[in-house]
């Protein structure tokens, strides 16, 4: 069963201050980090426990060819 994933304003900041800096370089490197950002969200949905606590109940999930992880 899949969970809600919720994240705070700060977290959708991020994003889409990530979004803007790769959309300056290369249009196609910004929807890519999207989508590696959906299918890392997706991942945590679907699978929350597969991701190793890092710190209390807090756990890590990499994000696929960038350098940003979600906790």
Do not use: W
Request: proline fraction near 4%; charged fraction near 25%; aromatic fraction near 16%.
């Amino acid at each position: 069963m899949a969970r809600q994933v919720n994240y705070p304003y700060a977290a959708q900041l991020d994003i889409i201050e990530a979004y803007d800096c790769y959309k300056g370089r290369e249009f196609r490197l910004s929807a890519e980090f999207l989508r590696c950002i959906d299918a890392c969200l997706n991942l945590i949905q679907r699978h929350p426990r597969t991701y190793q606590i890092v710190h209390e109940t807090y756990r890590r999930a990499t994000i696929r060819r960038f350098p940003y992880v979600v906790f």
